[in-house]
């Protein structure tokens, strides 16, 4: 059996099989859960390879590009600066960022930037991949067009777009970019290993992403809306581009994050825990649960899948199911999930480098949940 490195609390001895048969049937190549409760930490196990060409070791500190999982970090930091009196969610857009209101913006609510249902799903111009490494060209272009659908009546998933969207506001309040405000308020006083903007000092820690198979990737297949098509073909989705330093140095708050399941299972134990991680405050509780506040609901425009959206996350009752109410989750492309559940105070995360075709997690993932699921039961 393939050897799983970390612990797991004896209660939950049984992930490390989970992961051991994943790593031994291929399903993965390398990958890293953790588990928390009431605020500690009881699984935090690693295995496999950070290379495709199996020659480099998954290690403790081996961190990879999580893709969307990043926009729970984005929602988290604008849920912090709400908290502390300088984000009102119901406000509009231009309240704080003015030149938003063009094109019939004026009326979008920061609540549906938060909740994929304001109507700017992808650009209505040409962007090259490059320009997404430009935060004033990226979300300049955004202020300037008019949305898809009318915002605050449909889902619609952002995603891209929303991390520039929610990140400007937190420019345009703080001063700072979103991913500085993560790394000062939020990942650097938890010790946390996560990046939204990753230094070249630690690239060589990072994971090589797989691919999913051909026709296996977000867009491909003969039918597609033409909101999905330009969701996924403007600019289009290169998985190579993660391996570059332009990439990972860039902020790109919706899909450029870098971490492990560690690193994402701890920072969110702040919600979970009603906003206190290791033995500090960082948001009040009732902040922690504006998260909760269902925003939308009904079939996401993009991928025509049912969706419930609170601020930021994704709520119990959509694609995912959990068994208890209050909770949220998040899924990034290829597989990583987050789940935080206030009502058992835990959270789960799941983070891998091979890459299957979903934005909401897979079966690699609900083996490690169905375990952590069966084990709280008792």
């Known amino acids: 059996m393939a050897d799983i490195h970390g612990f797991a609390d004896d209660k939950f001895a049984a992930t490390k099989d989970v992961m051991a048969a994943s790593l031994e049937s291929g399903a993965d190549v390398g990958a890293s859960f953790c588990a928390t409760l009431n605020g500690e930490t009881v699984v935090d196990i690693w295995g496999g390879h950070a290379d495709a060409a199996k020659t480099k070791p998954w290690v403790k500190d081996t961190i ?100 520039y969207l929610v990140g400007e506001v937190v420019r345009r309040i703080t001063g700072k970019s979103l991913g500085t405000v ?9 010790g946390a290993d996560f ?29 597609m809306s033409e909101l999905l098509k330009n969701m996924s073909t403007n600019p289009g989705i290169d998985v190579s581009e993660t391996k570059t330093r332009a990439w990972r140095a860039a902020e790109i708050p919706a899909a450029g994050g870098t971490g492990n399941a560690r690193s994402v299972a701890e920072i969110h ?32 425009k993009i991928m025509n899948i049912p969706a419930r959206f609170g601020l930021g996350f994704g709520l119990a009752g959509g694609m995912v ?26 959270t789960f995360s799941y983070v891998m480098n091979k890459m299957q075709g979903t ?6 993932a609900f083996g490690y949940l169905g375990v952590m699921w069966e084990q709280l039961s008792k």
Not at 199 to 209: F, G, Q
Not at 269 to 290: D, M, P, Q, Y
Not at 324 to 345: C, E, L
Request: net charge negative; hydrophobic share 40%; glycine share 10%.
């Open 182 to 190: 993560f790394r000062e308020e939020i990942a650097g006083p938890l």
């Open 359 to 364: 934005t909401t997690g897979d079966m690699r």
């Open 195 to 223: 990046w939204i903007g990753l230094p070249a000092s630690e690239d060589e820690r990072v994971a090589e992403l797989i691919p999913p198979p051909p026709r296996g990737a977000i867009g491909d297949g003969a039918e």
């Open 321 to 346: 199911p959990l068994p208890n109410p209050n909770s949220m989750f998040w899924g990034g492309y290829g597989g990583s999930v987050i789940i935080i559940d206030m009502d058992a105070r835990t």
């Open 64 to 163: 990879v590009n999580v893709y969307s999982t990043t926009k729970t970090m984005t929602a988290l930091t604008a849920l912090l600066v709400a908290d502390r009196g300088e984000l009102d969610f119901d406000a509009p857009v231009a309240k704080y960022w003015p030149e938003f209101a063009a094109n019939g913006k004026a009326a979008i609510k920061v609540s549906h930037l938060m909740s994929h249902s304001a109507g700017l799903s992808g650009w209505a111009e040409k962007i090259t991949k490059h320009e997404l490494y430009d935060w004033e060209k990226a979300t300049a272009m955004l202020a300037a067009q008019a949305p898809f659908w009318e915002p605050g009546t449909a889902p619609g998933y952002h995603a891209l777009t929303q991390g």
């Open 269 to 300: 134990t702040i919600l979970a825990n009603g906003g206190v991680a290791k033995g500090k405050r960082f948001l009040s509780e009732a902040g922690c649960r504006k998260a909760l506040e269902l925003q939308i609901e009904g079939t996401d």
